[in-house]
């Protein structure tokens, strides 16, 4: 058992070596151009220079307010979203009269590119945090509300079944089979609604904000300093990227009774799945 | 005691009238004694196992009574265990939680007691902490009997239990089965498509033909037990029952080994006979 956790453990890590390889190629390639004058610092500046940069930001305290704030508006944002579709798609998903009520109005809002409310969030809620949270909480819902909407539809009637011989209905059934058997689906819009979150918060803080990721990125390219830009976008991936690990994580406490889930896991904990995971 | 009196079912076909809609049963009276094993055979399609669903509480009766130890049925209740063809095992529970899901209000402890003494019935003690999807399909069904026996039920419905395992496991769960029905006697109604399986197990056959389903045979098995699958007798009583299922016995008639298979012939040509008569 040790021995063979061991080994995966080992060939987990070789993986994860084996990924870091051509990043770090690029990186050196890319420092070495910029050292030798081949790329205009102006446009590229070099790795190191990066670092520099956001060290510099880091240690002026700057850094982490930015980043405190645009992790609190994905937090509210996400939130919120989950928060509706989660009240929306049990209702839409549990009832069919609820579905043929409100799932076709959904389904049409659904069709609007959501920048595109970013002018009337604007307008009826202002350009501080509250539009902002708004649009991010929109990008959330969709994902979620459409995963556990279809989750709860494709419950297996039969295992209703066996709650029902045990006398189960309304909320019992709900947390006794309902529930559990949705999970899986709820995950998968949990994690595809954070995405959208991260990448709305972007268009959020694009549109006129004074902090946060969004904004440094705008004011990098207003001030002329690349370095600062592509010091956020590696901030948003490494952010973006730890998020979704917690709730994999979380997933993966909650789902460990799913077959494709561990079994596939355990069984190619060397191939796919772990890696992805794991390479932060 | 279980009792069945002018019980039939229609099921209404969309877009039919008030006179619309198939009946999938009609008219069955039928009793089975407490402890009593009943095995219900028939045609597919001729409302066996609406019958069993209806007196699960599964379905209701569009006429008719169903009294179980002097109560009508009118649902699901807990004296009447069900087993379903498949498992229908809850995945994320592990097999003591499975087996524990019916139970009421019990403390945790309670509960894992009596889950654990249900296993321990079907020879499956050891695998309590499992998740299902490490059981082969033999060891699910046994875990889903174990959750149907678990509240100690007057009264076992089985809706072909063992239809979907193979031969073997099989033979061994229904010689399973009667070891648990010598402990505390509950009344058993099962459906089967298997003469064997109905002749091995079953004090009484009833017998269901036709669409709707009528009863066409009502007897007692009147063998000794323990039986065995190779005596003369239960030879004779299958050739009977095939008659019945309007397999016409020709010469150099099936071995003991193709019953099942006989009989969905049987069932073929019930349909293909019910076709023709429309």
């Given at each position: 058992?040790?021995?063979?956790?061991?080994?995966?453990?080992?060939?987990?890590?070789?993986?994860?070596?084996?990924?870091?390889?051509?990043?770090?190629?690029?990186?050196?390639?890319?420092?070495?151009?910029?050292?030798?004058?081949?790329?205009?610092?102006?446009?590229?500046?070099?790795?190191?220079?990066?670092?520099?940069?956001?060290?510099?930001?880091?240690?002026?305290?700057?850094?982490?307010?930015?980043?405190?704030?645009?992790?609190?508006?994905?937090?509210?944002?996400?939130?919120?979203?989950?928060?509706?579709?989660?009240?929306?798609?049990?209702?839409?998903?549990?009832?069919?009269?609820?579905?043929?009520?409100?799932?076709?109005?959904?389904?049409?809002?659904?069709?609007?590119?959501?920048?595109?409310?970013?002018?009337?969030?604007?307008?009826?809620?202002g350009i501080f945090e509250a539009s902002k949270v708004t649009l991010i909480a929109?990008?959330?819902?969709?994902?979620?509300?459409?995963?556990?909407?279809?989750?709860?539809?494709?419950?297996?009637?039969?295992?209703?079944?066996?709650?029902?011989?045990?006398?189960?209905?309304?909320?019992?059934?709900?947390?006794?089979?309902?529930?559990?058997?949705?999970?899986?689906?709820?995950?998968?819009?949990?994690?595809?609604?954070?995405?959208?979150?991260?990448?709305?918060?972007?268009?959020?803080?694009?549109?006129?904000?004074?902090?946060?990721?969004?904004?440094?990125?705008?004011?990098?390219?207003?001030?002329?300093?690349?370095?600062?830009?592509?010091?956020?976008?590696?901030?948003?991936?490494?952010?973006?990227?730890?998020?979704?690990?917690?709730?994999?994580?979380?997933?993966?406490?909650?789902?460990?009774?799913?077959?494709?889930?561990?079994?596939?896991?355990?069984?190619?904990?060397?191939?796919?799945?772990?890696?992805?995971?794991?390479?932060? | 005691?279980?009792?069945?009196?002018?019980?039939?079912?229609?099921?209404?076909?969309?877009?039919?009238?008030?006179?619309?809609?198939?009946?999938?049963?009609?008219?069955?009276?039928?009793?089975?004694?407490?402890?009593?094993?009943?095995?219900?055979?028939?045609?597919?399609?001729?409302?066996?196992?609406?019958?069993?669903?209806?007196?699960?509480?599964?379905?209701?009766?569009?006429?008719?009574?169903?009294?179980?130890?002097?109560?009508?049925?009118?649902?699901?209740?807990?004296?009447?265990?069900?087993?379903?063809?498949?498992?229908?095992?809850?995945?994320?529970?592990?097999?003591?939680?499975?087996?524990?899901?019916?139970?009421?209000?019990?403390?945790r402890a309670e509960r894992a007691s009596l889950a654990d003494a249900a296993l321990?019935?079907?020879?499956?003690?050891?695998?309590?902490?499992?998740?299902?999807?490490?059981?082969?399909?033999?060891?699910?069904?046994?875990?889903?009997?174990?959750?149907?026996?678990?509240?100690?039920?007057?009264?076992?419905?089985?809706?072909?239990?063992?239809?979907?395992?193979?031969?073997?496991?099989?033979?061994?769960?229904?010689?399973?089965?009667?070891?648990?029905?010598?402990?505390?006697?509950?009344?058993?109604?099962?459906?089967?498509?298997?003469?064997?399986?109905?002749?091995?197990?079953?004090?009484?056959?009833?017998?269901?033909?036709?669409?709707?389903?009528?009863?066409?045979?009502?007897?007692?098995?009147?063998?000794?037990?323990?039986?065995?699958?190779?005596?003369?007798?239960?030879?004779?009583?299958?050739?009977?029952?095939?008659?019945?299922?309007?397999?016409?016995?020709?010469?150099?008639?099936?071995?003991?080994?193709?019953?099942?298979?006989?009989?969905?012939?049987?069932?073929?040509?019930?349909?293909?006979?019910?076709?023709?008569?429309?």
């Amino acid at each position: 058992m040790t021995r063979r956790r061991n080994r995966s453990a080992a060939a987990a890590a070789s993986s994860v070596l084996l990924g870091v390889v051509v990043p770090a190629l690029l990186l050196a390639a890319w420092e070495v151009a910029s050292r030798a004058g081949l790329v205009r610092p102006n446009l590229l500046p070099a790795p190191s220079m990066v670092a520099a940069t956001l060290l510099d930001l880091a240690r002026s305290g700057e850094l982490a307010d930015h980043v405190e704030v645009t992790l609190l508006r994905v937090l509210f944002g996400f939130l919120l979203g989950t928060a509706a579709a989660t009240l929306l798609g049990a209702l839409t998903g549990y009832s069919p009269l609820w579905r043929r009520l409100l799932d076709p109005t959904l389904q049409a809002l659904r069709s609007i590119p959501s920048i595109a409310w970013v002018p009337l969030f604007i307008l009826w809620l202002g350009i501080f945090e509250a539009s902002k949270v708004t649009l991010i909480a929109v990008g959330v819902f969709f994902p979620v509300y459409l995963n556990l909407m279809s989750g709860l539809q494709d419950v297996d009637r039969k295992l209703v079944e066996v709650g029902r011989v045990y006398g189960f209905s309304g909320p019992m059934l709900v947390r006794r089979v309902l529930l559990p058997a949705t999970l899986p689906a709820y995950f998968t819009g949990l994690r595809g609604g954070l995405g959208l979150g991260w990448m709305f918060v972007v268009a959020a803080e694009f549109m006129g904000a004074s902090e946060g990721l969004g904004f440094l990125l705008v004011d990098g390219q207003q001030t002329g300093r690349p370095a600062v830009i592509i010091g956020s976008i590696i901030l948003f991936a490494i952010l973006g990227k730890l998020s979704d690990l917690l709730l994999a994580l979380a997933g993966r406490r909650f789902l460990s009774w799913q077959d494709s889930f561990t079994a596939a896991d355990e069984r190619n904990s060397h191939v796919a799945d772990r890696p992805r995971l794991q390479a932060v | 005691m279980l009792r069945i009196a002018r019980v039939s079912k229609r099921f209404d076909a969309r877009g039919a009238g008030a006179d619309g809609g198939v009946f999938a049963v009609a008219n069955i009276d039928l009793t089975v004694e407490r402890g009593e094993i009943v095995a219900l055979v028939g045609t597919s399609g001729c409302g066996k196992s609406t019958l069993l669903r209806m007196v699960g509480g599964l379905e209701t009766p569009s006429a008719g009574t169903i009294d179980l130890d002097g109560r009508p049925v009118a649902g699901p209740r807990p004296d009447a265990g069900f087993v379903f063809q498949e498992p229908r095992l809850m995945p994320w529970l592990s097999v003591r939680d499975n087996v524990a899901f019916g139970l009421g209000k019990l403390s945790r402890a309670e509960r894992a007691s009596l889950a654990d003494a249900a296993l321990d019935r079907v020879g499956l003690a050891a695998s309590a902490q499992a998740l299902p999807r490490e059981l082969s399909g033999g060891m699910a069904q046994r875990v889903a009997l174990a959750r149907a026996l678990v509240t100690r039920p007057s009264v076992l419905l089985l809706d072909e239990p063992f239809s979907a395992l193979d031969a073997f496991t099989r033979m061994s769960l229904q010689d399973h089965l009667l070891e648990i029905w010598r402990d505390d006697r509950p009344t058993m109604l099962f459906v089967t498509h298997d003469i064997e399986e109905a002749l091995m197990l079953a004090d009484r056959v009833v017998v269901m033909l036709g669409r709707p389903g009528r009863i066409h045979r009502d007897e007692p098995v009147d063998l000794p037990r323990p039986r065995r699958r190779t005596d003369v007798r239960v030879a004779r009583w299958r050739e009977r029952l095939l008659d019945d299922l309007s397999l016409a016995l020709s010469e150099g008639s099936p071995a003991a080994d193709a019953v099942a298979p006989a009989a969905e012939i049987a069932d073929d040509r019930q349909k293909r006979r019910v076709a023709n008569a429309r």
